[in-house]
């Protein structure tokens, strides 16, 4: 596979890659592990004319960091590290979990949180997770530092609410309160989620006092079941509850389709694994 | 002593350079002055090539030329040719390089050649061909409805050939007779070959002496060479040598003449400068030559003992925008001659028709014809036994061919010279521990899970072939294979195959047979294959044929070498030939093992000719060409156990058990090898394989995030065992193993499901058993399960 030819740049400060990005506009694409971007690439479907590589920012954006209510995560943390963070593992385990479901472990190895959230697959598996997580995100661009939340980042077709010329930095997951669970059916070619559902469920004496959930590789971005959250929110949990909740999975949504997968089998598949996330996250409350 | 290689487990003497990077792979050859290729691809399945403009790509620098089809003509270069013949066979003019229309997605327009293959891909892209789009048909049955778009003006009704086997008024007889029938009707869906090593090739002319020489991806380096010479170039045979290093995997796909060896020799002549072209993996998926795709129905009748006394096959099988090189026979020859499977199944008549669309070309792919045949039989086998409410493995056994039925003459044409069946069954059953799931499956059900076992009891027909049998039906090719044993003064012994390993592990396997002939040890044995420059001639791997008829080849070399090695023994030890026995690698008088002398010495003695037979010609070397009188016929049965979820539809194989019988085996571990690949490429078949086109022509799974192979995680570890009833007519007493698995294990996995979800009441669902399909199938069925 041969991409077009194309100029390297390694900048080793946040304000050189800035500055790439401001002096090539659209030319320029930023590299993080490369897992998304060089395939693309080399199909010729992605033709930056710069590439800007941020392997020389890992001093500054591979982090997992504990700040009281929030865990931060530098960018540039690898799936691998994310999947076996005990910091995470312990007080944001949603987010460990999903990691654990992407790919195969060169693909973790070498895959970061903020190319993956950054480039937007609707089939990638973060999403669900930092929206049910109700994380932020952090932007970062040569006017200064902007946050946004989940439910606002993801907007389309590999479209985020990043700006040209912004670098996501950084992703704030609050301190998980409840139960969590990731349940994804994988794409029997690509291991993509042609359908994962993450959940929170928090409550106690059997009722729920709150949920989210996030759904990915349903729609043409990740997004929060909200009727499925307010079916049960304030309601006491039951196996019927979760079933008869999950039914609210995809709606609303115009499912994605493709050869393996219908739009109506799509959902199906929405409407099971949001169950079986629920379930599993209430178990785990 | 015998040494007895044959028959260890003996680990592979090619996979240390294969698994340290250091094969010698045709990408990884490189000539001096090399230019590089890429194609310019249609991107419609149809279209008119109204002009092409190559001036942007010839301005960018470093861009040596751009070949279109006309070029092509003008240099006298002939279309690929097809080396089987049907009666009636269309051959429509299969250029290499598309003139005035183009037929399928990935078919080539034109050819750029450039310093590197960065700059030709760049100047692919800038050639600006100007396509006039035309309708255009991907189904076999839309391409035969009156009014379909027309692939081929020289075959109307984009029908290539219309053929049949087996007697169809006895058969009809039969049906009208019948106590019972069942009919299926079902797809054999179309497949991406997928070897690991993309093809390639790389392509030399030397101006002063005219030669040629192809590095090339190749099954059969002898084949290339001569189609290449004698039907594309117009040149003498002599003048092309083809080189066919390391291979990594073919399944067929590697056999074939392609569009991309003629380019480069093509250019590599015009230009004075070797031209290479690898291709990318998109580019495998579009222009290797893809397998199955049949649409069939299928009628067997059983009398009122539940014998089956007749079976009724129509197909239609799918060859593709453009006939390759053994496309005709693999629906025909290799089909509807294996519809008897196990059975004694007294009346059977088979069509078939040859069906033109606008995709990438079909041809063989492992198993090639046997697999849908063996699909169609098992699947039907099942029906009926289900109809008739019998067990599946019972109804089987008790319309096997019996032991002592062999030599059995079956209707369609195939002499099976041996076999034994029961054994396979039993021994297949019994590590499944056959009673104790359907107890299990019982007990499942009851808690909502559903389970399913699913049996394949298999035949096949290879070994290819007794050539004037293949001759009289149709192949332009013979089918012998042949072998010229070496030896060196120093006794090394090379050993020149006309078979050739692409996977196959013949550096051992053949090793092997020698070592044990001549008492030596393997490390004193070179096989040398894929040279035209060094191998006499061969007919190459496919149909696995290499132990049965290659390996064949090979005993009988070595044993003239040896009978040579004990003329002059004799000689040497001043004594009679047959008071000489060889043992542990020297001949000694019998009785006085003194009295003895090397093969080392002897090897000696033949070259230096000082102390030497006067009525013997010096050397020591022996070449056999090897014809068989017979296919070989391995068999065995697969079961497959397997979980459906009928929530999501996804199936989980939870078991796998295969006995087959190929007679001896040479190496077990390369024959496991062979089993387990064999398998997971069936069972892939069964559950995940598809390639998808648009009813337009628009390939839908050209990549690996779309067209999904068997992982590890697919599969479980499989559990196989063997019986041994040898071949009657070869040295070795050995049959094919290269394509057993994949031949049994498609029907085993899919009866499996189906048994899984009979109590859906589903009678049939076709491959492969996507989540996706089985959930529909339990979805539509259920309101009338519930019903019941
Ligand atoms: C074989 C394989 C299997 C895979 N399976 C899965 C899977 O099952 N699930 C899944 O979710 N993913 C999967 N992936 C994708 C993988 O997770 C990628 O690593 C990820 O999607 C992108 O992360 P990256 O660091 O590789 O980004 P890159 O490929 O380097 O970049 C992706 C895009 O994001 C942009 N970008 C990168 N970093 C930033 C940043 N900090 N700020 C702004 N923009 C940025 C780039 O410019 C580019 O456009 C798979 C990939 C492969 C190769």
Sequence with gaps: ?285 | MDKGFVGQAVKRKEDPRFLTGTGSYVDDLNLAGQVHAAMVRSPFAHADIRSIDPSKALALPGVVAVIVGQDLVDAGINGLPVGWLLDGLKTPDHPSIAVGRARHVGEIVAAVIAEDRYLAEDAAGLVEVDYGTLPSVADVSDALKPGAPTVHDDAPGNICFEWSIGDKDATDAAFAEAAQTVSLTLRNQRLVANAIEPRASLAQFNAGTEEYTLYTTSQNPHVHRLLLAAFILGIPEHKLRVISPDIGGGFGSKIFNYPEEVIVLHAARKLKRPVKWTAKRSESFLSDSQGRDHATEAELAVDGSGRVTGLRVKTLAAMGAYLTTFAPAVPTYLYGTLMSGQYALPNIYCEVTGVFSHTVPVDAYRGAGRPEATFLVERIMDRMAQTLGEDPAEFRRKNFIGKDQFPYQTPVALSYDSGDYEPALDRALEMVDYRQFRQDQAEARRQGRYLGLGLSSYIEACGLAPSAVVGSLGAQAGQWESSLVRVAPTGIIEVFTGSHSHGQGHETAFAQIVADELGVELDAIEIVHGDTGKVPFGWGTYGSRSAAVGGSAVVTAVRKVRDKAQKIAAHLLEAREEDLEYVSGQFQVKGSPDQAVSFGDIALQAHLAHNYPEDLEPGLEASAFYDPSNFVYPFGTHIAVVEVSPETGATKLLRYVAVDDCGPLINPLIVAGQVHGGIAQGAGQALLEHAVYESDGQFLTGSYLDYAVPRAEHLPSFETDHTFTPSPHNPLGVKGIGEAGTIASSAAVANAVIDALSPFGITHLDMPLSSQRVWRAIRDAQPAAAAD
Excluded at chain 1, 35 to 52: D, E, G, Q, W, Y
Excluded at chain 1, 154 to 164: D, I, V
Excluded at chain 1, 230 to 244: M, V, W, Y
Excluded at chain 1, 273 to 284: G, Q
Aim: glycine share 10%.
């Design chain 1, 1 to 285: 596979m041969y991409p077009e030819s194309f100029s390297y740049h390694a900048p080793s400060t946040l304000d050189e890659a800035l500055g790439l990005l401001a002096q090539h506009g659209d030319d320029a694409k930023l590299l993080a592990g490369g897992h998304s971007l060089l395939p693309a690439m080399k199909l010729r479907l992605s033709t930056p004319a710069h590439l800007v590589d941020l392997k020389g920012l890992r001093g500054q954006l591979q982090y997992i960091r504990d700040e009281g209510d929030t865990i931060a995560v530098g960018a540039l943390s690898t799936h691998h590290q994310i999947h076996t963070s005990e910091l995470l593992g312990s007080r944001a385990p949603l987010l460990a979990e999903t990691a654990g479901h992407i790919g195969d472990m060169q693909v973790r190895n070498v895959g970061t949180l903020g190319g993956s959230l950054a480039h937007a697959d609707p089939a990638g598996d973060f999403p669900a997770a930092i929206l049910a997580a109700e994380a932020d995100l952090v932007l970062q661009g040569a006017g200064g530092q902007r946050t946004v939340a989940a439910t606002d980042f993801f907007q389309g077709f590999f479209e985020t609410a990043a700006e040209p010329g912004e670098i996501l930095i950084e992703v704030r997951v609050p301190v998980q309160k409840g139960g969590s669970s990731y349940q994804k059916f994988y794409h029997p070619a690509s291991g993509y989620a042609i359908c994962g559902v993450a959940a929170v469920i928090e409550g106690t004496n059997g009722t729920v006092s709150r949920c989210r959930v996030g759904v990915t590789g349903v729609s043409d971005a990740g997004y929060r079941a909200t009727a499925v959250e307010r079916a049960l929110e304030g309601q006491t949990f039951s196996a019927e509850l979760a079933a008869s909740a999950a039914e609210q999975a995809a709606a609303g949504v115009d499912p994605l389709e493709d050869p393996f997968a219908s739009a109506d089998y799509r959902s199906h598949l929405a409407r099971v694994h949001t169950r079986r996330a629920l379930t599993a996250a209430w178990e785990r409350n």
